[in-house]
T-cell receptor, first 114, second 115 residues
């Protein structure tokens, strides 16, 4: 079955700390996509990154970086030098042909304190 | 224009009311989606339209009725809802290219309260 697990329900850090959000997935698809979305209190889901299953290269975008490891079925997200504006719920998600829909993890609430 | 808009932002309705949620995008996307998100939960897919045709219905009760009048618009008609239907309703759109999955762009949602 397709499943996305975000074991960290809530994380609280102080501004400028680095923080890593964990994501572990289960899939029976050989080709699939992984995503991270940010949901601030306003409610809109903001797309952050898409990774396909053939591309294990890590990616960095400014203060954000992603570590995709197929061997451990993990797709972790690190925010370097966190800021108050990073406070939000972050969802990891999986898409594959077996379900043909985006499967979200339960989300991690990140609170960055000033 | 790279946004998905939704109206209204907030909606309060009684169980006997009929109301509609609207979603619009002008990115040329041909796939549009409705999700329901309860508090502190992830979004759950309700419906998918591809090229203006309903392609996925996740066994949603008939009191929710989707409509896609054209490639830019998506409606969700509501009738005889229950208090447990109170949630954030999110619309999304994406390109629809066969064999490739494209990221979905989400609107800000409509917060629905059913009394």
């Amino acid at each position: 079955a397709q499943k996305v697990t975000q074991a960290q329900t809530e994380i609280s850090v102080v501004e400028k700390e680095d923080v890593t959000l964990d994501c572990v997935y289960e899939t029976r698809d050989t080709t699939y996509y992984l995503f991270w979305y940010k949901q601030p209190p306003s409610g809109e889901l903001v797309f952050l990154i898409r990774r396909n299953s053939f591309d294990e290269q890590n990616e960095i975008s400014g203060r954000y970086s992603w570590n995709f490891q197929k061997s451990t079925s993990s797709f972790n997200f690190t925010i370097t030098a966190s800021q108050v504006v990073d406070s939000a719920v972050y969802f990891c998600a999986h898409y594959g042909g077996a379900t043909n829909k985006l499967i979200f993890g339960t989300g991690t609430l990140l609170a960055v304190q000033p | 224009d790279t946004e998905v808009t939704q109206t209204p932002k907030h909606l309060v309705m009684g169980m006997t009311n009929k109301k509609s949620l609207k979603c619009e995008q002008h990115m040329g996307h041909r796939a549009m989606y409705w999700y329901k998100q309860k508090a502190k939960k992830p979004p759950e897919l309700m419906f998918v339209y591809s090229y203006e045709k309903l392609s996925i219905n996740e066994s949603v009760p008939s009191r929710f009725s989707p409509e896609c009048p054209n490639s830019s618009l998506l409606n969700l008609h509501l009738h005889a809802l229950q208090p447990e239907d109170s949630a954030l309703y999110l619309c999304a759109s994406s390109q629809a290219r066969l064999g490739i999955y494209n990221e979905q762009f989400f609107g800000p949602g409509t917060r629905l309260t059913v009394l």
